[in-house]
């Protein structure tokens, strides 16, 4: 019986972990995210200053 639980509960556990990792999106949202895919924006100074930030941290080390 021991066996029967655990093998129940492991199958349980990886499916809600399987619908957990799934990103289901609207037909508007689809066509957004495809579009920022193929073109993306220019980076932002913020983003710019950050990747900047980065590079000085890992030559430090």
């Given at each position: 019986?021991?066996?029967?639980?655990?093998?129940?509960?492991?199958?349980?556990a990886?499916?809600?972990i399987?619908?957990?990792?799934?990103?289901?999106?609207?037909?508007?949202?689809?066509a957004?995210?495809?579009?920022?895919?193929?073109?993306p924006?220019k980076?932002?100074?913020?983003?710019?200053?950050?990747?900047a930030?980065?590079?000085?941290?890992?030559?430090?080390?």
């Amino acid at each position: 019986m021991t066996d029967f639980v655990v093998t129940a509960v492991q199958d349980a556990a990886q499916r809600a972990i399987e619908q957990a990792d799934v990103m289901r999106l609207s037909l508007a949202d689809q066509a957004c995210f495809a579009k920022a895919l193929q073109s993306p924006p220019k980076p932002s100074p913020a983003l710019k200053r950050a990747i900047a930030h980065r590079r000085k941290l890992l030559r430090a080390e």
